[in-house]
């Protein structure tokens, strides 16, 4: 078994103080450890940003994080992004356009978009699909993610 | 009094229900569950082809701290699941792809039961691996599967008419082989289950994402030899599905058997590497097409030979045959067919059912071929597909009898919106301009069952509705939600009889203890099946509902009608009372009665003999998609730019979830065409991951203008159709047709990735 390392962060704006194993990946740690399950493991590789999260208000595949490296550092989940009221246009802007269907990549498309508006508040269509593009998608064929988005930063094109 | 006027739902952009808990994080699917005592399960896979078990010795896995139970063969009875039930759980004699199961371990944590896997030693004998399905067919091959010395799994026989009769008249004969290659779900959530069993009461329960939960606790209830009674099956919310989780598959008894052996709740869940693996694929094919027309267009006869590959064992993909002869017999109208198919053992992996069901494939060659024929009588490839598309009120040689159809509605719509004729001919005009760069427009129709698909004797969905004294509704429906949007279209379609917002509306759905049989999630027929249930029970409800308060309102119940939550007068909308006081006024009085009803609909559709024929659906869903593309022939690399789709949908219900649909299957199938493929070198798989097996991202996504044709079916849930697979069918053969109009050079093997297309524009192999 791998050494135990005790780490604190802040987590959707509370203190967490937790002992994890040295090998753990953020993206386990979450959910595992913490129960909070809202972040998803979609490939565990980076490559389909289920997992994405916010670290000190960067985009980041959780799974290619590891536990360790949250120490210190402010981490915002769905869940977090979930319970600022600010981030309801967002959010609204995902069910009324169609945006959700299995709903799995749901909760990474709705970090990335989260990160992607506070860079860009009014982004363009071609922002929003670069902006996207990291983040897969098997049911909706992403249009109406990218509406949504688009929507909920006040722009229709 | 107040008046209410008359109000619709459908038609309407109605937000998915779970769609607010889905963005909060909050949605708990079976990978994001845990059970007290809850152990790790885990798989040991297979690293050969093909060969035989010569010793496994677990002894060690045993002995290490953390681990509760190794299971091999050995401890677990033998009964085969699958198809064919050719499907060991855990394989004990040989090993025949490389996915297959040979042991399993339940442990404290991941880390544990990797680490107990990596210690099971397992000896082998290597036998001669078969990767080509001609060359499994060949006397003298290895065998697969010993009950099947020929190698072959299945056969599908079909014929109309005399082919030979049809060649004799016909000016043209096209003749092609096409090549189908493997793809692969890839459902966001992975694969996943939670087996928990109680051995003092003998009660097991299933935490499982299956599409088909009633027949699944069949198929538990055979392979584990328990009383069905005992099986529970609860479906937590589903990461997608797309056919993928319509068999029962050896990681789910082997999660059972793990929890029997453990007496603990035994969780197994893939890894994504695994999910490629591991998973069923949709199934390749190699489809010889031989058709032929008159030189005014008319077709003459179709000879269909198909050969697929089982695999090492038989899923659901092995019984696409079924679907194919539907497009080959009765897209467009052809006097003869004959029709053979083989679904051939090999040591690849196996394919299950995938969205479309065949139809992907079979569309694939015959929509070509259409192309072809066209071109060799100097016809325009529209007039020739309206000349001989069905039409309403046709039968078809196979028997399946079209009450409603917009096929022809869909091809000029199609063609009108995107400019397909004058295009299409400067495309070709460009063909010998010197730019590297050409534009193509091509354009492919299907036709899919619409109304379910009647493959099993029943093919019903029950339902139970209930009332509280609040008027709010619990809809109890044996139809799965798989992230398609189901319950927000039943509960549309039950608020529209009742006259009731959606927000009255709560859906029952996940657990075979509570909700009514349904076949389950598969052929489009949710929508169709589910929702014609679901009104039936509704207007049981209302009826009972309406001939209570006539005796209040001193109204006969045609007067009557339920609008925004209350009676009112049908007439002029006058509110007679509100919904909610009538109801209370039921279960307080001396009648003590409740407003709960039920509902069983089985659809008028036949069950095909031997001879596959028969109206095997009780309507049919049409569509033509044209696509357009810009091909650099430097570089191979086709763009997918438009896609003008028109769908024949029977009535739009809910405009956002269909339009959704078929977004979504657009995509699904541009992926199929353009970049998606599975690479197997003698058996294994070389890119299991995203990074080397590439989805569609936002980016790529092209222009997408869609129409809805609506031909209001006369049995349809308020005229509607099912259109869940529809749109991921035409889509690889409207894109090479496309790449045809662009360069002159027909793509007859998928997929188009850059180095294909390359190859085939320089004449290379």
Redesign the interface.
């Known amino acids: ?2 050494l135990a390392v005790e780490i604190a962060f802040k987590l959707n704006g509370s203190p967490v103080r937790v002992s994890i ?1 040295a090998t753990m990946t953020a993206l386990s740690m979450l ?1 595992d450890q913490l ?1 909070v ?9 980076g ?2 940003g ?1 997992c994405t999260i916010l670290v000190d208000g960067l985009s980041v595949n959780s799974c290619l994080m590891f536990a360790v490296e949250c120490d210190g550092r402010e981490l915002t ?3 977090g992004v ?1 319970a600022n009221p600010v981030n309801d246009r967002l ?1 609204d802007a ?14 990474g498309m ?1 970090v990335q978009s989260k990160w992607l508006l506070d860079k860009h508040p009014h982004p363009d269509r ?1 922002q ?3 902006g ?15 509406d949504a988005v688009c929507g909920a930063g006040g722009s229709n094109e | 009094m107040a008046v209410i006027a008359k109000d619709s739902l459908i038609g309407r ?1 109605i ?2 229900m ?3 808990e ?8 079976v ?2 569950m ?1 059970l007290p005592g809850q152990l790790v399960g885990m798989i040991l896979r297979t690293d050969r082809v093909h060969a035989r078990i010569k010793r496994i010795d677990t002894s060690r896995a045993q002995a290490l701290p953390g681990v509760h139970a190794v299971l091999t063969a050995a401890d677990i009875p033998q009964k085969p699941i699958g198809v064919n039930k050719d499907n060991p759980p855990l394989k004990g004699d040989k090993v025949r792809c490389i996915r297959d199961e040979i042991a399993a371990v339940a442990a404290e944590s991941e ?1 544990i039961a990797k680490a107990a896997l990596k210690l099971i030693e397992v000896e082998y004998e290597d036998l001669p691996g078969l990767f080509d399905p001609t060359q499994a067919m060949q006397p003298g091959a290895p065998v697969i599967q010993e009950a099947k010395p020929n190698n072959i799994a299945m056969v599908f026989d079909y014929a109309h008419g005399d082919v030979g009769a049809g060649e004799a008249e016909s000016d043209v004969v096209v003749e092609d082989e096409f090549y189908l290659h493997y793809v692969t ?6 694969s996943g289950v939670i087996a928990d069993f109680e051995p003092t009461s003998g009660n097991l329960t299933i935490y499982s994402n299956t599409q088909v939960p009633f027949l699944h606790k069949r198929e538990f209830s055979e392979v584990l030899g328990m009383d069905p009674g005992r099986i529970r099956i609860i479906q937590p ?6 056919g993928s989780k319509l068999d029962i598959y050896p990681f789910e008894p082997i999660a059972v058997y793990l929890a029997k052996a453990t007496r603990r709740p035994v969780k197994l869940v893939f ?2 590497e695994e999910e490629f693996i591991a998973s069923p694929t949709r199934q390749p094919a190699i489809v010889k097409l031989r058709s032929g027309c008159k030189k005014d267009g008319t077709l003459t006869f179709r000879t269909v030979d198909i050969l697929l590959d089982n695999g090492g064992y038989t899923s659901w993909g092995a019984t696409i045959p079924f679907v194919m002869m539907q497009t080959f017999s009765s897209l467009y109208r052809v006097p003869h067919c004959l029709y053979h198919t083989k679904a051939v053992y090999t040591n690849n992996p196996y394919a299950g059912s995938f969205r479309g069901y065949g139809n992907l494939q079979a569309t694939f060659a015959v929509e070509q071929q259409i192309d072809k024929m066209a071109e060799a009588i100097g016809m325009d490839n529209l007039a020739f597909r309206l000349k001989n598309a069905q039409a309403p009120g046709e039968v078809t040689g196979q028997g399946m009898v079209f009450k409603s159809c917009g096929f022809k509605e869909c091809l000029t719509t199609a063609a009108e919106r995107s400019g397909y004729v004058q295009k299409f001919s400067a495309n070709a005009a460009n063909r010998s301009k010197p730019s590297a760069r050409k534009r193509g427009i091509g354009m492919a129709s299907m036709l899919h069952v619409g109304g379910g698909a009647k493959i099993y004797p029943s093919d019903g969905c029950g339902t139970i509705l209930k009332l509280d004294d609040f008027a709010h509704v619990t809809l109890i429906t044996g139809a799965s939600e ?4 189901s319950e927000t279209v039943l509960s549309q379609l039950v608020c529209e009889e009742l006259g009731l917002p959606m927000s009255a509306v709560t859906v029952v759905n996940n657990d075979t203890e509570i909700t009514p049989w349904d076949v389950g999630v598969h052929a489009s027929r949710t929508t169709f099946i589910a929702g014609n249930s679901a009104i039936g029970a509704a207007r049981k409800a209302k009826e009972k509902i309406l001939a209570l308060a006539s005796k209040v309102a001193n109204l006969t119940p045609e007067q009557l009608d339920m609008r925004g939550g209350c009676i009112v007068r049908a007439e002029d909308g006058e509110v007679v009372m509100p919904l909610p006081k009538l109801l209370r006024s039921l279960h307080f009085s001396d009648k003590a009665e409740l407003v709960m009803t039920t509902n069983y609909y089985e659809p008028p559709s036949v069950h095909q003999g031997k001879d596959f024929k028969g109206d095997v659906s009780a309507t049919y869903a049409w569509a033509t998609q044209v696509c357009e593309v810009e091909v650099d022939t430097d570089t191979g690399i086709v763009k997918l730019l438009k896609v003008t789709a028109a769908h024949d949908v029977g009535r739009v219900l809910n405009r ?2 269909l ?2 649909q078929i ?6 199938g541009q992926g199929y065409a353009l970049s998606e493929d599975m690479v197997f070198k003698q058996g294994k798989l070389l890119n299991p ?3 080397d097996y590439k ?5 790529e ?1 092209p222009e ?1 203008d869609i129409s809805f044709i609506e031909s209001m079916d006369g049995e349809g849930p308020q005229g509607a159709k099912g259109v869940g697979e529809a749109p991921a069918i035409c889509m690889a053969a409207a894109i090479a047709n496309a790449i045809y109009n662009a360069t002159g050079v027909r793509m007859t093997n998928l997929p188009f990735t850059p180095e294909n297309v390359y190859r085939a524009l320089k004449g290379a192999s």
């Open positions: 078994m791998s194993p959910r129960n399950t809202g972040t998803k493991y979609g490939c565990g590789e490559e389909c289920a989940t769905v869940e979930a959010r995902l069910v009324e356009h169609g945006g959700v269907q299995c709903g799995f990549c749901t909760p709705v071609h929003v699909e670069r996207l593009e990291g983040n897969l998608c098997r049911c909706t064929g992403y249009k109406k993610i990218v | 952009r937000p998915k779970d769609a607010p889905k963005t909060a994080g909050k949605t708990r699917y990978q994001d845990k880390e779900h890839c459902c966001m959530g992975v919310p589903i990461g997608g599905g797309f890894s994504r798989i992230g398609q949007g956002l979830g339009e959704g977004e979504g299957g657009i995509v699904m991951a995203f990074r989805l569609m991202t936002a980016p996504v997408m």
